[in-house]
């Protein structure tokens, strides 16, 4: 039972980045769509939202960048990373 548990927190713990990261994705769309939709109507001068703009790409920042180090941790310590991103090891002293 306790291996279930464990498995379905770290799921969690990947879904939950990925849902930020998609909201922040949504938030920047929709900003972009707002503005250039207004270009059609006339009575109304267009201006850009760039206060949903800012907080929809730092948390899709944030969700892509703690995927991705998940990632590219896990890879390091199953030495599937390329040598430059391999662990250095300290030289021994003489």
């Given at each position: 039972?306790?291996?279930?548990?464990?498995?379905?927190?770290?799921?969690?713990?990947?879904?939950?980045?990925?849902?930020?990261?998609?909201?922040?994705?949504?938030?920047?769309?929709?900003?972009?769509?707002?503005?250039?939709?207004?270009?059609?109507?006339?009575?109304?001068?267009?201006?850009?939202?760039?206060?949903?703009?800012?907080?929809?790409?730092?948390?899709?920042?944030?969700?892509?960048?703690?995927?991705?180090?998940?990632?590219f941790f896990r890879d390091r310590k199953h030495n599937y990373v390329a040598p430059r991103f391999k662990k250095k090891r300290p030289?021994?002293?003489?």
């Amino acid at each position: 039972m306790k291996v279930v548990i464990s498995r379905f927190v770290a799921i969690l713990i990947l879904v939950i980045p990925g849902i930020i990261a998609c909201y922040g994705f949504l938030q920047m769309k929709t900003a972009t769509f707002d503005y250039l939709a207004e270009f059609g109507n006339d009575s109304v001068i267009p201006d850009f939202n760039w206060i949903p703009f800012i907080i929809g790409f730092i948390l899709f920042v944030i969700g892509i960048g703690f995927i991705g180090g998940w990632i590219f941790f896990r890879d390091r310590k199953h030495n599937y990373v390329a040598p430059r991103f391999k662990k250095k090891r300290p030289r021994p002293n003489v």
